[in-house]
Antibody, heavy 120, light 111 residues
């Protein structure tokens, strides 16, 4: 059974940093691209960043470029999102999602999400 | 990175069919057959319902179907059931720079 378990969310002050983790199990982690998607309270889904199975391909939304860094450790079956220079508008539930067998453009399994709140 | 355009809400009675549209541009929906649809119940994670415009993952009811014409993709739900009441999001590949873009979401109410 595929499982994705996010952790690392919490309350952080504007300008602060946070690192999210997503522990994966139930599939060969290194074979699949992974993605972070966020959802601000009461709003829709927003794509944040995607990383290929090897880690060599990385894509990020303009809204987080230069501030957020996606990475993965295939030896630990874990996906990360390093978030720096956090802003109030980064407040959201952050989901990690697994790419399909075809690629990273659709997401067939999602974690339960971890809430990040940026506030003073 | 403009979001794809979806109607804010749609509704239908049990047993009826509804269609949710998702309008993009020639840079996303119109240029790639990588449109996917997600169902999200309140407080839950999204669930993949359709990938690659028309493909239904294992375990998803065949009452859900997808299509695309030009820059607009559509999700059709036939034989509406109470449990279909949820938010639905479309998503499209948008090239190597933008990569992925979501629609704003549509709230489906089953009357």
């Amino acid at each position: 059974e595929v499982q994705l378990l996010e952790s690392g969310g919490g309350l952080v002050q504007p300008g602060g940093s946070l690192r999210l983790s997503c522990a994966a199990s139930g599939f060969t982690f290194s074979n699949y691209g992974m993605t972070w998607v966020r959802q601000a309270p009461g709003t829709g889904l927003e794509w944040v960043s995607t990383i290929s199975g090897s880690g060599k391909g990385i894509y990020s939304a303009d809204s987080v470029k230069g501030r957020f860094t996606i990475s993965r450790d295939n030896s630990k079956d874990t996906l990360y999102l390093q978030m720096n220079s956090l802003r109030a508008e980064d407040t959201a539930v952050y989901y990690c999602a697994k790419g399909t067998v075809v690629g990273t453009r659709a997401f067939d399994y999602w974690g339960q999400g971890t809430l990040v709140t940026v506030s003073s | 990175q403009s979001a794809l355009t979806q109607p804010a809400s749609v509704s239908g009675s049990p047993g009826q069919s509804i269609t949710i549209s998702c309008t993009g541009t020639s840079s996303d929906v119109g240029n790639y057959n990588f449109v996917s649809w997600y169902q999200q119940h309140p407080g839950k994670a999204p669930k993949l319902m359709i990938s690659e415009v028309t493909k239904r993952p294992s375990g998803v009811s065949n009452r859900f179907s997808g299509s695309k014409s030009g820059n607009t993709a559509s999700l059709t739900i036939s034989g509406l059931q109470a449990e279909d009441e949820a938010d639905y999001y479309c998503c499209s590949h948008a090239g190597r720079t933008t990569f992925v873009v979501f629609g704003g979401g549509t709230k489906l109410t089953v009357l």
